[in-house]
């Protein structure tokens, strides 16, 4: 047994709202509880001090998946099962689906939600890359206010983010892409199932007769914490797309991530991964212009 | 102590709980199911799964509390009475079982895959069991018993 923690299973959000704004203890959310559940039996210092648990399993105002207003919008307690079968998904976001189709095993995505893949802003979030080229925005809500910010602004630090104690993320929403929009993403784990990544990417571009009219850049677990690289994405803009475009490209990217992440111990060997892995994925999001 | 309701292996269960004991140790302690294994206890063998609703689950990553009002089955389910399942016949004349340790859970994965999708290509088999490890094996059988399950499931 976890020690005696008191689990609250409210019905709606204003219950979790008011839980949230109660202050008793050190309160955490739980849904699929697979961060908390194993954080807690390795008593890491994240959850060590947790009292009680707010199970938001059973709120509707945080499930579902819809599409209004040229957004689509997405559940926090959404698992990442529900997100990879979704119909709206699969047409609208699929490097989205393709990130979320990576994540640990059936099991885990069965329970785990998007939510929780980057509430505690762990670098090896799976689907950060893909949901920052979507330019995501999510909605927080507390008992007294309500707002929404892009997840590019939510993530701060590595495990720091902007929700306040008294928060809770309630919905994920994208702007649906334009149809002409091509993309993809990667990841590098030890193995291919049940994996931490390693090193994750996601592009997303709009093309006009080869010359790229916008591209998004984002990475995942190569750097302290899932970002964009609007440096990289000016420089791309206007260039036209061939082979030496993209490994010029790639080898700039290259340069980014030492420039973000210092020279380490392993750089000698990530680096050319690092290049030879975004080459690719360039690569593969441009097959049907090269 | 909380009072739990939900439906396990069929039949309605009330029990009176610690609220953050895990959904396994529930299982085993309290309705010596001990089909259940515990092995990593991180969500990563799979040892554990059991069906929540329908869908495999890791039952060391759910706190009793959240079973409330759900569907569980546990291995000691899935057979009809003293007639073994089909998926259980299988893995026996496959020799899918070696030491045992996974094979509750495996079959368990297997069972929902096939309610799910009656007819999986390997991959979906092999996508469905990635979160099960088995060290005897070598996977192959089991992926053997379960494309011949299928086979009886669909031929029916």
């Given at each position: 047994?976890i020690s005696?923690?008191?689990?609250l299973?409210?019905?709606n959000l204003?219950e979790?709202?008011?839980?949230l704004s109660?202050n008793?203890?050190?309160?955490r959310?739980?849904?699929?509880?697979?961060?908390?559940?194993?954080?807690?039996?390795q008593?890491?210092?994240?959850?060590?001090?947790t009292?009680?648990?707010?199970?938001?399993?059973r709120?509707?105002?945080?499930?579902?998946?819809?599409?209004a207003?040229?957004?689509?919008s997405?559940?926090?307690?959404?698992?990442?099962?529900?997100?990879?079968?979704?119909?709206?998904?699969?047409?609208?976001?699929?490097?989205?689906?393709?990130?979320?189709?990576?994540?640990?095993?059936?099991?885990?995505r069965?329970?785990?939600?998007?939510?929780?893949?980057?509430v505690?802003?762990?670098?090896?979030?799976?689907?950060?890359?893909?949901?920052?080229v979507?330019?995501?925005?999510?909605?927080?809500?507390?008992?007294?206010?309500?707002?929404?910010?892009s997840?590019q602004?939510?993530?701060?630090?590595?495990?720091i983010?902007?929700?306040?104690k008294?928060?809770?993320?309630?919905?994920?929403n994208?702007?649906?892409?334009?149809?002409?929009f091509?993309?993809?993403?990667?990841?590098?784990?030890?193995r291919?199932?049940v994996?931490?990544?390693?090193?994750?990417?996601?592009?997303?571009?709009?093309?006009e007769k080869?010359k790229?009219n916008?591209?998004?850049?984002a990475?995942?677990?190569?750097?302290?914490?899932?970002?964009?690289?609007?440096e990289?994405?000016?420089?791309a803009?206007?260039?036209?797309?061939?082979?030496?475009?993209?490994?010029?490209?790639?080898?700039?990217?290259?340069?980014?991530?030492?420039?973000?992440?210092?020279?380490?111990?392993?750089?000698?060997?990530?680096?050319?991964?690092?290049q030879?892995?975004?080459?690719?994925?360039?690569?593969?999001?441009t097959?049907?212009?090269? | 102590?909380?009072?739990?309701?939900?439906?396990?292996?069929g039949?309605?269960?009330?029990v009176?709980?610690?609220p953050?004991?895990r959904?396994?140790?529930?299982?085993?302690?309290?309705?010596?199911?001990t089909?259940?294994?515990?092995?990593?206890?991180?969500?990563?063998?799979?040892?554990?799964?059991?069906?929540?609703?329908?869908?495999?689950v890791?039952s060391?990553?759910?706190?009793?509390?959240?079973?409330?009002?759900?569907?569980?089955?546990t291995i000691?389910?899935?057979a009809?009475?003293?007639?073994?399942?089909?998926?259980?016949k299988?893995f026996l004349?496959?020799?899918?079982?070696?030491?045992?340790?996974?094979?509750p859970?495996?079959v368990l994965?297997a069972?929902?895959?096939?309610?799910?999708?009656?007819?999986?290509t390997?991959?979906?088999i092999?996508?469905?069991i990635?979160?099960?490890?088995?060290?005897?094996?070598?996977?192959?059988?089991?992926?053997?018993?379960?494309?011949?399950?299928?086979?009886?499931?669909?031929?029916?």
């Open positions: 047994m005696s923690i008191e689990i299973t409210p019905k204003n979790v709202l008011g839980i109660s008793g203890g050190d309160l959310i739980i849904a699929g509880g697979t961060d908390i559940v194993t954080g807690l039996k008593e890491s210092n994240r959850f060590i001090k009292e009680v648990l707010i199970d938001i399993n709120v509707a105002e945080v499930k579902g998946i819809g599409q207003n040229g957004r689509i997405i559940g926090a307690a959404s698992t990442f099962t529900e997100i990879y079968k979704n119909q709206i998904v699969s047409k609208e976001l699929p490097i989205l689906k393709k990130a979320v189709a990576t994540i640990g095993s059936l099991q885990i069965n329970r785990a939600t998007i939510a929780g893949n980057f505690n802003n762990a670098p090896c979030a799976d689907t950060v890359p893909a949901l920052l979507y330019n995501a925005t999510i909605e927080i809500e507390s008992i007294n206010s309500k707002r929404e910010i997840l602004e939510f993530l701060q630090g590595p495990y983010t902007q929700l306040k008294d928060e809770i993320v309630t919905r994920i994208i702007p649906v892409p334009p149809e002409n091509i993309g993809d993403f990667y990841k590098l784990g030890r291919q199932a994996a931490i990544s390693r090193i994750t990417f996601a592009v997303l571009m709009e093309l080869n790229i916008e591209i998004r850049i990475s995942g677990a190569v750097t302290p914490i899932g970002t964009r690289f609007s990289l994405e000016k420089f803009k206007g260039k036209e797309v061939n082979n030496n475009f993209l490994k010029t490209l790639a080898c700039k990217m290259g340069d980014e991530i030492i420039k973000l992440t210092g020279l380490r111990w392993s750089s000698e060997y990530k680096l050319p991964v690092v030879q892995m975004f080459y690719q994925i360039l690569r593969s999001a097959k049907k212009n090269l | 102590m909380i009072k739990l309701k939900f439906i396990l292996n039949k309605e269960v009330i009176e709980t610690e953050s004991i959904l396994l140790d529930l299982l085993r302690d309290r309705f010596s199911l089909g259940t294994k515990e092995g990593c206890g991180v969500g990563e063998c799979g040892a554990c799964t059991v069906l929540m609703n329908g869908k495999a890791n060391c990553l759910i706190f009793a509390a959240q079973v409330e009002g759900n569907e569980i089955v000691e389910g899935i009809n009475g003293n007639e073994l399942h089909p998926i259980q299988n004349k496959y020799g899918a079982v070696q030491c045992g340790f996974c094979s859970a495996m994965s069972f929902a895959l096939l309610e799910e999708n009656p007819n999986p390997e991959e979906e092999k996508d469905a990635a979160g099960n490890l088995c060290r005897c094996t070598g996977y192959k059988q089991i992926i053997e018993a379960i494309a011949e399950s299928a086979k009886e499931v669909t031929s029916h």
